[in-house]
């Protein structure tokens, strides 16, 4: 029993998919905050063209 516990213990093949589920999630919540980013500064922008555009008038 105790040979099957150093075994197990010294066994580091969970230890790599553990190390890319870390790495998969931190690239997904860049990505979101990245989003959320981008998001708010295009319907910045988007409001205020539509501001521009609507204070000009056809030649």
């Known amino acids: 029993m105790l040979k099957l516990i150093n075994k197990f213990r010294k066994d580091e093949n969970g230890a790599v998919t553990v190390d890319w589920v870390v790495l998969t999630a931190a690239v997904v919540a860049l990505?979101?905050?990245a989003y959320g980013s981008?998001?708010?500064g295009a319907t910045?922008?988007?409001a205020s063209t539509s501001t521009f555009m609507?204070?000009?008038?056809?030649?």
């Open 54 to 59: 609507g204070t000009q008038a056809p030649n």
């Open 38 to 40: 981008i998001q708010s």
């Open 44 to 46: 910045g922008l988007t």
């Open 31 to 33: 990505a979101g905050a």
